[in-house]
C-alpha cells in the first residue's frame, strides 16, 4: 500500500544526545515536511523540502537538522542544541506544485521524550 | 504567507450541523484554502479544499464567499466521532509551505 511511514512510533533519548526520526515515502511526491507538535497546540513547521538535495528552515528550524538525499526519504535529527525536545513529531509529504488540490499525507507520528 | 484565524474550540451534539469559520484577510489571488482534521496522537487529515464558491464532498462542504477574506468548514450531522481539531490553511498556488495555525477544537456531545 502507498503511504508515509514514520519510525520509531515511540522514542527516549537522553539529555545531550542527538536522535534521528526515520520519515519515508512510496508516493512519489516531490514535497515532504516535519512538524512539531506539543500537548494541545497545533502544528509547527521545522523544515521542508520541495526536491532532492534542497531543503528549507521552516519557523522553529533551530537546534534540528535534515537531509534529503532520496526522494523517498527525509529523516530529522534532533540535535543537543534542542533545549526541548520532548514532543510529538509529524512528517508528512505533498503531491508536485502545479497540481491543483495539494493535499498533504501525514505519517502517524514519533512521539519523543528526553529522559 | 497568509494568517488564518479560527475560534479555539466550539461544542455541538450529534447530529447538528457544524460550521466553523476560518478568516484570512490578506489571502492573495493564487491562494488556495484547505482544512485538515486531527485526532489525538494522529497526523492531519486532508478534508476538503476550495478556491472560491462552495465545494462539496461525501464528508464536507467549503463555503466561500466572493471576496475569499473568510470561509467555512460545514459538517452536516456530527457524530461523536468528529470530536477532533480542525485547521484551516492558505496555501499559495507557488509554494510548497504548508503552515499550520492552532485549529478549532471540536467537541462532540451525545
Known amino acids: 500500500d502507498g503511504g508515509i511511514t514514520q519510525s520509531p512510533k515511540y522514542l527516549f533519548r537522553k539529555e545531550g544526545q542527538n536522535v534521528t526520526l526515520s520519515c519515508e515515502q512510496n508516493?512519489?511526491?516531490?514535497?515532504m515536511y516535519w512538524y512539531r507538535q506539543d500537548p494541545g497546540q497545533g502544528l509547527r513547521l521545522i523544515y521542508y523540502?520541495?526536491?532532492?538535495?534542497?531543503?528549507q528552515k521552516g519557523d522553529i528550524a533551530e537546534g534540528y537538522s535534515v537531509s534529503r538525499e532520496k526522494k523517498e526519504s527525509f529523516p530529522l535529527t534532533v540535535t543537543s542544541a534542542q533545549k526541548n525536545p520532548t514532543a510529538f513529531y509529524l512528517c508528512?509529504?505533498?503531491?508536485?506544485?502545479?497540481?491543483?488540490?495539494?493535499?498533504?499525507?501525514f505519517g502517524q507520528g514519533t512521539r519523543l521524550t528526553v529522559v | 504567507l497568509a494568517k488564518t484565524t479560527q475560534p479555539i474550540s466550539m461544542d455541538s451534539y450529534e447530529g447538528q450541523e457544524v460550521n466553523i469559520t476560518c478568516s484570512h484577510n490578506?489571502?492573495?489571488?493564487?491562494?488556495?484554502i484547505t482544512w485538515y482534521q486531527q485526532f489525538p496522537s494522529q497526523g492531519p487529515r486532508f478534508i476538503i479544499q476550495?478556491?472560491?464558491t462552495k465545494v462539496t464532498n461525501e464528508v464536507a462542504s467549503l463555503f466561500i464567499p466572493a471576496d475569499r477574506k473568510s470561509s467555512t468548514l460545514s459538517l452536516p450531522r456530527v457524530s461523536l466521532s468528529d470530536t477532533a481539531v480542525y485547521y484551516c490553511?492558505?496555501?499559495?498556488?507557488?509554494?510548497?509551505?504548508?503552515?499550520f495555525g492552532s485549529g478549532t477544537r471540536l467537541l462532540v456531545r451525545p
Open positions: 508528512a509529504s505533498s503531491i508536485p506544485q502545479g497540481v491543483v488540490n495539494t493535499e498533504a499525507f
Open positions: 508516493l512519489n511526491h516531490d514535497a
Open positions: 523540502s520541495q526536491i532532492v538535495n534542497d531543503f
Open positions: 490578506n489571502i492573495a489571488t493564487n491562494d488556495y
Open positions: 476550495g478556491y472560491k
Open positions: 490553511l492558505v496555501q499559495m498556488d507557488s509554494s510548497y509551505k504548508l503552515i
